[in-house]
């Protein structure tokens, strides 16, 4: 039996690694210029000329290092190690949450119109497993929602369209296989991310019906990594800005390779 759990295991795996390698498959870039956001509202320019140096490659993708903590129940937080791959089409993100005794493995994903969740005791034992149009829309945003991490994918010539609320509140809307993704951004006189948030498919509710909820966090600091300035300390969590906001996740970056 337990053979037969270990070769089922590495099947998983291999699917999960070959959508992450299929992410990370690298394309010709062109290079970033202030041409490329000329057009755009004052503060969005503002943004865009803080996060990309003039001259770097517009990446395509990233693949993250991350640790932090993760809120398992209300009153509990575990540790968690994490690395991701993300871009403008999907992302995969593998994490080892908790230590010793009680840890859990597994992975959190978008690509190709599918989204999965799944983590196991041990890496073993079943935890969670969401695979449903639910949690493919919950993913969409989550992919959307984290493309601070990749703000060459946020150029109007990526298909974004962006407006300014205000002087210091951007928001870019755009879709992702057809699901309308509208993310709000929150940056100081430099162009510097404070705060970012959308609305995200969940099942958070008192009645676990599913519908779109605030959700997002506070991105208290920033690392530049190969000319790209992106956020690296972040806490986030759902109905974000009310009395109800549930934060469940907590990350700095170490390591960010654009590609």
Known sequence: MFICIQLLNTMKNHNINKIWHTLATPTPTKKFTEELIAELPAPVQRYFSHAITPGTPLATGVKLTMEGKFRASPDKWLTMQGEEILTA???????????????????????NGAGKVEFKIWGLIPFVKAINTDTTRSSIARCGGELFWL????LPQQGVSWQAINDDTIQASFQIDGEPVNL???????????QAKLPRWGNQTTDKTWSYLPFGGKLSAETTFDGLTIPSEIAAGWY?????????FQATIKQAEFF
């Open 89 to 111: 089409k999907g992302f995969v993100w593998k994490a080892l949450i908790g230590s010793g005794l009680f840890h859990l493995k597994g992975a959190d994903y978008y690509y």
């Open 240 to 248: 974000v800005e009310t009395d109800s906001y549930y934060e469940f």
């Open 151 to 154: 703000p060459s994918a946020l």
């Open 184 to 194: 709000t951004l929150l940056i100081d006189e430099n162009g510097k991310v404070l």
